[in-house]
Nanobody, 127 residues
Framework: QLQLVESGGGLVHAGGSLKLSCAAS????????IGWFRQAPGKEREGVSC????????KYADSVKGRFTISRDNAKNTVYLQMNSLKPEDTAVYYC????????????????????WGRGTQVTVSS
């Protein structure tokens, strides 16, 4: 069975850092584009970052560009999101997502690309 399991969330003060991990199993990991989405209470789900199958291409939402870094280790079936200089507005549940339907990498922050979603991990940034 295909599984995506997020970890690494928690509570930090503004300006701090967290590193999220997404462990994948049950599918051929290197065939999938991987992304991170987040959803805060009362707000729509937002695409945060995404990474191509080989890891050669990445994309970030403007709101996190320069602060977050996505990476993947296909040998470990794991993707990471390093989050630095965190702000209270980064508070959300963060979801790892996977999909094979990407036709153009520039569209990888669209939720329609992804077939599989993890259960999420909570990130809370205090003032």
């Amino acid at each position: 069975q295909l599984q995506l399991v997020e970890s690494g969330g928690g509570l930090v003060h503004a300006g701090g850092s967290l590193k999220l991990s997404c462990a994948a199993s049950g599918f051929t990991f290197n065939y999938f584009t991987i992304g991170w989405f987040r959803q805060a209470p009362g707000k729509e789900r937002e695409g945060v970052s995404c990474i191509s199958t080989s890891g050669s291409s990445t994309k970030y939402a403007d709101s996190v560009k320069g602060r977050f870094t996505i990476s993947r280790d296909n040998a470990k079936n794991t993707v990471y999101l390093q989050m630095n200089s965190l702000k209270p507005e980064d508070t959300a549940v963060y979801y790892c997502v996977a999909g094979t339907g990407l036709q153009l990498f520039s569209l990888c922050l669209s939720s329609s690309v992804y077939n599989y979603w993890g259960r999420g991990t909570q990130v809370t940034v205090s003032s």
